[in-house]
T-cell receptor, first 113, second 109 residues
Framework: NAGVTQTPKFRVLKTGQSMTLLCAQD?????MYWYRQDPGMGLRLIHY???????AKGEVPDGYNVSRLKKQNFLLGLESAAPSQTSVYFC????????????FGDGTRLSIL | GQNIDQPTEMTATEGAIVQINCTYQ??????LFWYQQHAGEAPTFLSY????GLEEKGRFSSFLSRSKGYSYLLLKELQMKDSASYLC??????????FGAGTTVTVRA
């Protein structure tokens, strides 16, 4: 019963490097989300997807790109990492029945030096 | 846009009751969620309110007033393990959750 799995769990990057964070869910959920969480600011939505092949911008999309080529996977890319992107990133999935909660992955701690 | 406010910190004694308030102004409303998040961990679901009134689930209860844009989470018989951050989140009509900044609750012996 894996739920939502994020890889990697930790990563340190140098400014300007690129990387991809992977989120996989096995609950057949339509909606998937990427958030970042910074101290004192709560969870802020980066990008989201309402189904395979579709993506949309959230509250703080600049500097990030996403892809949803398969329903179960939602990838978050940083093309040129910046220190301001140091954060904890959470992926979540959500069924189409809106009275059900979002299910979160365990998070990825990303540090940009 | 969405505007969700909750207190930053609260402290209470083991065995006591704590009430965490959340006020919101959102464009559309599908329901309100409360999540618990322990330090270094993912948020976990606590409760969901869509209709006005009180929802009770063991030691935790959540209340909603849609007309006032107000909710609270009530934690009874506090235990040390309840020390965590509590997140209020509103679901507007487009299935995106908007989160408050969270309330850090510290339970003291």
């Amino acid at each position: 019963n894996a739920g939502v799995t994020q890889t990697p769990k930790f990563r340190v990057l140098k400014t300007g490097q690129s990387m991809t964070l992977l989120c996989a869910q096995d609950m057949n959920h339509e909606y998937m989300y990427w958030y970042r969480q910074d101290p004192g600011m709560g969870l802020r939505l980066i990008h989201y997807s309402v189904g395979e092949g579709t993506t949309a911008k959230g509250e703080v999309p600049d500097g990030y790109n996403v892809s949803r080529l398969k329903k179960q996977n939602f990838l978050l890319g940083l093309e040129s990492a910046a220190p301001s992107q140091t954060s904890v990133y959470f992926c979540a999935s959500y069924p189409t029945n809106s009275n059900q909660p979002q299910h979160f992955g365990d998070g990825t701690r990303l540090s940009i030096l | 846009g969405q505007n969700i406010d909750q207190p930053t910190e609260m402290t209470a004694t083991e065995g006591a009751i704590v009430q965490i308030n959340c006020t919101y102004q959102t464009s559309g409303f599908n329901g309100l969620f409360w999540y618990q998040q322990h330090a270094g961990e993912a948020p976990t679901f606590l409760s969901y309110n869509v209709l006005d009134g009180l929802e009770e689930k063991g030691r935790f209860s959540s209340f909603l007033s849609r007309s006032k844009g107000y909710s609270y989470l009530l934690l009874k018989e506090l235990q040390m393990k309840d020390s965590a951050s509590y997140l209020c989140a509103v679901s507007p009509r487009d299935y995106k959750l908007s989160f408050g900044a969270g309330t850090t609750v510290t339970v003291r012996a």
